[in-house]
């Protein structure tokens, strides 16, 4: 991937760090301004967007590297299952359970949009360009399209499932990473905005975002009757909770993965085998169950506020591999990327006019299948941190059908290319 420069500015992930750090600082103190340009300002970009789109100007710039840096990989595996846990643990199950089917509705419909939209995009580029989709043997374009098929119903360990059914070239599989990335990212940031004009897109849906709005304010009525200044043993406690459970995480999917990769390795089509999804499974589960006890109390210190930090890093992380400027690369490539986008779009958004869906619910059941565990609770929290366990949820779902959805897609892009 060519960068501006040669090389990055920064190397050094301390340093990246820092910057990061500066850069969400920067964004929520001007969020919080009262001065009347970042007000105006702030009226038309939410800054959860902002911290997801500066940090990728940074690596478009040949500033930092997105490949060379680690920060993701800390931030994904550490700070992600910990937020996971602090955001979950003052979450009314109950209010979510009556949230109703609508969401499951809309994350099948992104699965379908998805699975419909490759050989559909291969047809419409195939149309007016045949050679952008052509190719032979472990060169056909179609098969590393299956790979993007993966991760975007599932994530990286059904993408890996998915190279290794259909064998694309070493080559092909690493422009359609750069593919996968960029359009993925692309429409996260869309979902972002959208989040932030919600109440307009529900009213041209006409839907009745009522369930949503009351378990809202559940959690915060909740979290005002319990509310107090944290002392340094509570923020002590609340961050051991936190990372305590990702320890105890990263035990558990350390000892059942390889297990079933040994014992049961046909598991694996239900990402079974991948340790990320166990991490995922048992930070989500630790923070439900302590919901039922007194570790609930804990939000009255800011468990949600730590927590969300944490998933602010994450997004600056994120942010941070999108290299913009790839597009100019394999232009043929994105073009079929973003037809294929579309057409998931076009799809999500019928039926969510045809049932009424709230917009959460589009968010939330597309960015449970195109970017999975590590960035459907980004898209959900975008609404409210309590709304974060809804996109986890989903995207376990997701995890399950990935790798079967993504075959059945592979299968008609052969088919048609």
């Known amino acids: ?93 109950k209010g ?35 050679d952008i989709v052509g190719g032979s043997g472990p060169d056909a374009v179609w098969r590393g399209l299956t790979t993007v098929a993966g991760s975007w119903i599932g994530g990286g360990a059904n993408q890996t499932a998915m190279y290794e059914v259909f064998g694309p070239s070493d080559d092909l599989f690493s422009a359609m990473i750069t593919v996968d990335v960029i359009v993925a990212n692309i429409w996260m940031a869309f979902l972002l905005y959208g989040a932030g004009v919600s109440e307009k897109l529900d009213r041209w849906f006409k839907a009745d975002a009522s369930a949503i709005t009351e378990v809202r304010k559940k959690i915060e009525e909740y979290r005002n009757s319990i509310a107090e200044i944290p002392k340094l043993k509570d923020t002590m406690t ?56 007194r570790a609930r109390e804990l939000e009255g210190v800011g468990a949600s506020r730590m927590g969300s930090l944490l998933l602010y890093i994450l997004v600056a992380t994120i942010g941070m591999k999108m290299n913009v400027l790839a597009i100019f690369e394999s232009p043929g490539l994105f073009l079929v990327g973003f037809c294929w986008m579309l ?44 709304l974060a366990p809804v996109g986890v949820l989903l995207a376990v779902l997701g995890y399950a059908l990935g790798t079967y959805a993504a075959w059945f897609c592979g299968i008609l892009m052969q088919m048609v290319a």
């Open 343 to 386: 057409v998931h779009v076009l799809i999500l958004f019928v039926v969510a006019k045809t049932i009424n869906a709230p917009f959460f619910f589009i968010a939330v059941g597309s960015q449970a299948n195109v970017g999975g565990a590590a960035s459907a609770p980004i898209v959900a929290s975008a609404f409210h941190p309590a």
């Open 96 to 130: 979510i359970v009556n949230l109703g089917p609508k969401a499951v509705i809309m994350f099948i419909a992104g699965t379908v949009g998805i699975v419909i939209g490759g050989p559909l995009s291969i047809l419409i580029v195939s149309s007016f360009a045949p």
């Open 238 to 293: 609340v961050v051991a909770v936190g990372f305590g459970v990702t320890a105890v995480g990263h035990v558990v999917a350390d000892f059942i993965a390889p297990m079933i990769q040994e014992q049961a390795p046909y598991l694996s089509k239900f990402s079974l085998t991948s340790p990320f999804f166990w991490l995922i499974v048992v930070a989500t589960t630790a923070g439900l169950l302590l919901s039922f006890t």
């Open 1 to 93: 991937m060519t960068l501006l420069l040669s090389s990055p500015v920064f190397t050094n992930d301390a340093v990246v760090f820092g910057i990061l750090m500066l850069l969400l600082a920067a964004i929520f103190v001007t969020a919080h301004s009262e001065h009347p340009f970042w007000q105006k300002f702030y009226t038309y970009v939410p800054s959860l967007l902002l911290c997801y789109f500066l940090p990728s100007i940074l690596n478009s710039a040949g500033l930092v590297s997105g490949e060379e840096s680690q920060l993701y990989f800390v931030a994904s595996r550490y700070m992600l299952p910990a937020s996971l846990v602090l955001l979950t643990i003052s979450i009314d199950l």
